[in-house]
């Protein structure tokens, strides 16, 4: 969700002319836009962002699927969208903006963030490249991926920081890792993307989708896929290239998401969320119409 994410064309085109070739190819992108917010505005920042979203839903602005830290750094919210180019980007955040300004007004839009700002403690955005190069398992098929994510409701996520110069050793060792995982029957997908503007600092996020917390317990662990002799070599490799690393695990928020169909397809009842008060109503006759019912009951009695 592009809440204010603003762009330096000039700095896309630098970042572009300098970034390599096998990045470029991939012309695919996370667009992600991370928000901490103060404890205690939690709740008042709940409300917003769901008239936000609402909003966006109503509207068919910007597709955005967003995950909410459950152990890792608390009150944080990742807005995650997919970008098939540096355009579409402008074109999300536009769509975003006209829902919004459609919904509220351009003055409403602007009291919204002005008053989800003061929300929060730190706000961030970056675009990530998707490296399938890097990924093990990661579904071609643009259906059997829509699957995964649908089917998923956490994922941890590992963030790996390299050290200048030390790129190509890190991808290396990753390859091989991929080479045994791939061949075995009970590992599962590893996504791995990688920073490109925002937050350029040699970061590689390694992403494990599953469909709940339990799920990472059947998880193959590194040692049974290198070996003894494999596990030594890559402790080895990042003890040289690894600069820092942190992980985090999320879980999805559909209720602030509006997520693209094909994901949504997937698990309608879980993906399609409907507000709680729409609910209500269907279930539930407003008062006035309540009592209405109830004098002409009292009518017939009488009669």
Same mark, same amino acid.
């Given at each position: 969700?592009?809440? /204010?994410?603003?762009?330096?064309?000039?700095?896309?085109?630098?970042?572009?002319?300098?970034?390599?070739?096998?990045?470029? @190819?991939?012309?695919?992108?996370?667009?992600?836009?991370?928000?901490?917010?103060?404890?205690?505005k @939690?709740?008042?920042?709940?409300?917003?962002?769901?008239?936000?979203?609402?909003?966006?839903?109503?509207?068919?602005?910007?597709? $955005?699927?967003?995950?909410?830290?459950?152990? +890792?750094? $608390?009150?944080?919210?990742?807005?995650?969208t997919? /970008? +098939? *180019?540096?355009?579409?980007?402008?074109?999300?955040?536009?769509?975003?903006?006209? *829902?919004?300004?459609?919904?509220?007004?351009k003055?409403?839009?602007? &009291?919204?963030?002005?008053?989800? *700002?003061?929300?929060?403690?730190? @706000?961030?955005?970056?675009?990530?490249?998707? /490296?399938?190069?890097?990924?093990?398992?990661?579904?071609?098929?643009?259906?059997?991926?829509? =699957?995964?994510?649908?089917?998923?409701?956490?994922?941890?996520?590992?963030?790996?920081?390299? =050290?200048?110069g030390?790129?190509? !050793?890190?991808?290396?060792?990753?390859?091989?890792?991929?080479?045994?995982?791939?061949?075995? #029957?009970?590992?599962? #997908?590893?996504?791995?993307?990688?920073?490109?503007?925002?937050?350029?600092? +040699?970061?590689?996020?390694?992403?494990?989708? =599953?469909?709940?917390?339990?799920?990472?317990?059947?998880? $193959?662990?590194?040692?049974?896929?290198?070996? !003894?002799?494999?596990?030594?070599?890559?402790m080895?490799?990042?003890?040289?290239?690894?600069?820092?690393?942190?992980?985090?695990?999320?879980?999805? /928020? #559909?209720?602030? *998401?509006?997520?693209?169909?094909?994901?949504?397809?997937?698990?309608?009842?879980?993906?399609?969320?409907? #507000?709680?008060? @729409?609910?209500?109503?269907? &279930?539930?006759?407003?008062?006035?119409?309540?009592?209405?019912a109830?004098?002409?009951?009292?009518?017939?009695?009488?009669?």
């Amino acid at each position: 969700m592009s809440y /204010r994410k603003v762009l330096s064309a000039a700095g896309i085109v630098a970042c572009a002319l300098l970034a390599p070739p096998s990045l470029l @190819a991939q012309s695919s992108y996370l667009d992600v836009y991370i928000a901490k917010v103060k404890p205690e505005k @939690a709740m008042e920042a709940e409300a917003i962002a769901k008239k936000i979203t609402d909003a966006n839903r109503r509207n068919n602005g910007d597709r $955005v699927i967003v995950e909410e830290t459950s152990y +890792g750094s $608390v009150y944080t919210y990742q807005f995650i969208t997919q /970008r +098939g *180019s540096y355009a579409d980007v402008d074109k999300g955040s536009d769509a975003f903006m006209a *829902s919004l300004n459609k919904a509220f007004g351009k003055e409403g839009s602007q &009291k919204l963030f002005n008053d989800w *700002s003061n929300c929060l403690i730190s @706000a961030s955005s970056q675009l990530r490249v998707r /490296r399938p190069d890097l990924s093990s398992k990661m579904p071609s098929d643009p259906q059997a991926f829509a =699957r995964l994510v649908g089917e998923s409701r956490v994922l941890r996520t590992l963030i790996i920081r390299v =050290r200048p110069g030390h790129q190509s !050793e890190f991808e290396a060792a990753i390859k091989d890792i991929n080479a045994h995982a791939d061949k075995m #029957p009970n590992t599962r #997908p590893v996504l791995v993307s990688q920073a490109v503007e925002g937050a350029n600092d +040699g970061a590689y996020y390694i992403t494990f989708l =599953r469909k709940s917390l339990g799920d990472f317990d059947s998880d $193959v662990m590194l040692k049974d896929i290198l070996g !003894e002799e494999g596990m030594a070599k890559l402790m080895k490799t990042m003890a040289e290239v690894e600069q820092s690393s942190e992980s985090a695990i999320y879980r999805f /928020r #559909p209720d602030l *998401s509006y997520a693209p169909d094909a994901i949504a397809q997937v698990s309608p009842d879980y993906w399609n969320h409907k #507000p709680i008060m @729409a609910t209500a109503k269907s &279930k539930t006759k407003p008062a006035s119409e309540a009592a209405s019912a109830a004098a002409k009951s009292s009518d017939k009695s009488q009669k």
